[in-house]
């Protein structure tokens, strides 16, 4: 069947090529006059701007100097990456790291025969191995630049017209930047809470929780999604004792219950404390930090105190100072801006990417709409399916998933079959004492067709690809069980699994 899915899938590539009709292209205003003007060279007008340099801004500038357009990037940081690499995905993967081998070191390495007489967390040496992998990083982004020739403007952007870009330069000065096409690729803030101030010391967004310059004694985090449950790992792991108040009645409520249930089981293992259905009223900082609580649905209400409290609540859109309400772009109540499927907004020439527009909030689902934005700009075709990109909580384990949970394919009526296989079963997890989690997978009861996948395991994000990659190509359970898989990995699980949705496993 993997062969046939394989065929499918290039016809449908094929008919995608062959469908750009005439009217399609008056539809979204590329002529090919528009393409040909968009590759004039010797003019200060550029044929992209990119506002913001973030994974959806600096991917989108760079693919367009590829696609031989003239391009310039415009980042009002400083420093390439946005928030994923400067204080987001790249910092707290860091810390991640680095917290969980001293905790392997502390609570592990005994068991495997590895003594030592003592071990103790330096903590500043561990900000400066995070500090040291994001400026290589950032420096990295702009060297891409230089070779790609992408221009490399460093201020605040915002719209004048739909085809020019004040520019205040963060040497004081003022520039305006010319493009036919603009990319708004701005990306998010931290959400604020009513009546909760943060300063980044005491109450503190996801950027204060990755520069702390002491481990706090008690960690308050508001809100059991993934970046809340990231970083009260890290400093769990250190030695806080950290206490998740959720207003829902569930963490990470986009998760398959059933593996949300069991990663729940895994972090209260973990010393991990859940305070969920819970309001926070108020919070007061005169001594200390005390968090005022009760239930979501009313009730008596209780003190909570502690040492920093982690405001983790989600993300909004940045598009505030964008001038977009002056040149006419259409916005949602959550001020997302409107687009279509090639990411124009209702303004001619404009264009919005990633965390600015509806969709999963990832800086990978980011890099993806640069690509196919550029590509559309350029006469191409580009393509994101916002129901194959996969998402993954960088906790230990790590939770990572694609498609469909069981409830959504319940609440679509959908017919489907579900297999199971637990790491405690795999050889390579138990080889290496680290067994815990387990593999599930949906598929369609009819033709197999893999409907989602869901891993709770130690690198369950790189595990995911595989299953990724068979949704992508509408592989089907039996796709995967008969492929072989390297004898032991961890990987064996998935195939194992799939065998149990289609048949029956082996090894249980």
Same mark, same amino acid.
């Given at each position: 069947m993997a062969l046939a899915s394989l065929a499918r899938r290039k016809a449908y590539l094929l008919s995608r090529n062959l469908s750009n009709s005439p009217a399609?292209?008056?539809?979204?205003?590329?002529?090919?006059?528009? $393409?040909?003007?968009? $590759?004039?060279?010797?003019? /200060? /007008?550029?044929?992209?701007?990119?506002?913001?340099?973030?994974?959806g801004g600096y991917v989108a500038a760079i693919k367009a100097a590829q696609l031989g357009l003239k391009t310039t990037c415009i980042e009002k940081r400083g420093t390439l990456g946005g928030t994923c690499l400067n204080v987001g995905c790249i910092p707290s993967k860091a810390l991640l790291h680095s917290s969980h081998m001293y905790h392997e070191a502390k609570h592990s390495f005994a068991n495997h025969g590895v003594k030592l007489s003592s =071990? /103790?967390?330096? *903590?500043?040496?561990?900000?400066?191995?995070?500090? +040291?992998?994001?400026?290589n990083l950032t420096r990295g982004i702009e060297g891409l630049f230089k070779k790609n020739k992408v221009n490399y403007v460093k201020g605040y952007g915002k719209f004048i017209s739909p085809s020019e870009v004040s520019v205040d330069?963060?040497? #004081? !000065?003022?520039?305006?930047? +010319?493009?036919?096409?603009?990319?708004?690729?701005?990306?998010?803030? =931290? +959400?604020?809470?009513?009546?909760?101030t943060i300063d980044e010391k005491r109450i503190v967004s996801s950027t204060g929780a990755l520069a702390l310059s002491e481990i706090p004694k008690k960690l308050i985090?508001? !809100?059991?999604?993934?970046?809340g449950l990231e970083m009260g790992s890290v400093w769990g792991r250190l030695g806080s004792e950290v206490t998740v108040v959720e207003f829902a009645p569930d963490i990470v409520p986009t998760m398959d219950a059933e593996i949300r249930k069991q990663f729940q089981r895994s972090l209260e293992k973990q010393k991990m404390k859940f305070m969920l259905k819970t309001k926070v009223v108020s919070v007061d900082t005169e001594n200390g930090v005390k968090l005022t609580v009760e239930p979501s649905a009313g009730g008596d209400q209780t003190t909570l105190e502690a040492? =920093?409290?982690?405001?983790?609540? #989600?993300?909004?859109? $940045?598009?505030? #100072?964008?001038? *977009?309400?002056?040149?006419?772009? /259409?916005?949602?109540?959550? !001020?997302?801006?409107?687009?279509?499927?090639? $990411?124009a907004t209702n303004v001619a020439g404009v264009y919005a990417i990633g965390d600015v527009i509806p969709g999963p909030m990832l800086a990978h689902k980011a890099e993806e709409d640069g690509v196919a934005c550029v590509e559309f700009i350029a006469g191409k075709h580009g393509h994101v399916d916002y129901d194959k990109v996969p998402g993954v909580v960088y906790t230990h384990p790590e939770v990572a998933s694609v498609g469909k949970t069981e409830e959504q394919a319940k609440a679509l009526g959908l017919g489907y079959r579900v297999g199971k296989f637990p790491f405690m079963a795999n050889s390579r997890a138990k080889a290496i004492d680290n067994a815990e989690g387990i593999v599930k997978i949906l598929a369609d009861k009819e033709t197999d067709k893999i409907l989602g996948v869901h891993i709770m395991a130690p690198n369950a994000g790189e595990l995911i690809h595989e299953a990724v990659l068979a949704i992508n190509y509408e592989a089907s359970s039996e796709d995967i069980a008969r492929v072989c898989h390297a004898h032991p990995t961890m990987s064996e699980a998935l195939k194992e699994a799939a065998m149990a949705t289609y048949d029956k496993p082996i090894h249980i």
């Open positions: 399609d292209a008056l539809k979204y205003s590329f002529s090919l006059s528009n $393409f040909s003007r968009s $590759f004039a060279s010797g003019s /200060e /007008e550029n044929d992209v701007v990119v506002i913001g340099g973030g994974p =071990v /103790e967390v330096d *903590l500043p040496a561990m900000m400066a191995q995070k500090d +040291k992998a994001v400026s330069t963060l040497e #004081g !000065g003022n520039t305006v930047v +010319k493009g036919k096409n603009i990319i708004v690729a701005t990306g998010s803030d =931290v +959400k604020s809470l009513p009546g909760i985090v508001i !809100g059991a999604g993934y970046i040492d =920093v409290v982690l405001v983790s609540a #989600g993300r909004t859109p $940045f598009t505030s #100072g964008l001038g *977009l309400d002056k040149i006419g772009v /259409e916005t949602d109540k959550a !001020g997302r801006i409107l687009v279509n499927d090639r $990411f």
